[in-house]
């Protein structure tokens, strides 16, 4: 069974500056897809950011990167430029991208992102 | 476009009860998943509809059990509540196998007391 892991229960920032959240899984599979995933108090996940494990570039979204390094079972994200509004629960989830395979989401635990005026 | 709309937003049940959660997806979307949130185990996995036939279902008690209706809208079920049962509950909805990510509601908050 596939495992995400997110080492990091809670991380700071200051505004403007830039924050990298750490996120590891566990698989077998060699094609799936990586998701990070922002939940603010108003408990709605939005998907932040999606990587898929065949490409090798990093996804990126205006100020969100992500650094994929499959091999190293790795997916950190990293928030340039940071906002207020990036407060928030951060999730990295794993999903299969196998036929017959797993379609749910696995998730990290999380990490709580604060971010200080 | 509506998003994933999910009702109620709080409901508070007493042991033994049964619930009914609802969702209505993105309108498009055939694929419903849901998910329970809790402080202590996180996000879980607890079944998946397509085209009204459920494809993966999580490690939950037959408690817990849900459907989809031909417009997509979906349902789930708890009976014989407990303590344990109280969290989040997300649904989510997606246009395929969900290859592009999902779309989160805001979640039903079930309290059983």
């Known amino acids: 069974a596939q495992t995400v892991t997110q080492s990091q229960p809670e991380m700071s920032v200051q505004e403007a500056e830039t924050v990298t959240l750490s996120c590891t899984y566990d698989t077998s599979e060699s094609d799936y897809y990586l998701f990070w995933y922002k939940q603010p108090p108003s408990r709605q996940m939005i998907l932040v950011i999606r990587?898929?494990?065949?490409?090798?570039q990093n996804a990126t979204e205006n100020r969100f990167s992500v650094n994929f390094q499959k091999a190293a079972k790795s997916f950190s994200l990293k928030i340039s430029d940071s906002q207020l509004g990036d407060a928030a629960m951060y999730f990295c989830a794993y999903r299969s991208a196998n036929q017959g395979g797993s379609e749910k989401l696995v998730f990290g635990k999380g990490t709580k992102l604060t971010v200080n005026p | 476009k509506a998003g994933v709309t999910q009702t109620p937003r709080y409901l508070i049940k007493t042991r033994g009860q049964q619930v009914t959660l609802s969702c209505s997806p993105i309108s498009g979307h055939r694929s419903v998943s849901w998910y329970q949130q809790t402080p202590g185990q996180g996000l879980q996995f607890l079944f998946e509809?397509?085209?009204?036939?459920?494809?993966n279902k999580g490690n939950f008690p037959g408690r817990f059990s849900g459907r989809q209706f031909s417009n997509s809208r979906s349902e789930m079920n708890v009976s014989t509540l407990e303590l344990g049962d109280s969290a989040l509950y997300l649904c989510a909805s997606s246009t395929d196998r969900g290859s592009y990510g999902y779309t989160f509601g805001s979640g039903t908050r079930l309290t059983v007391v």
């Open positions: 990587q898929e494990a065949y490409k090798q």
């Open positions: 509809y397509f085209s009204e036939t459920q494809r």
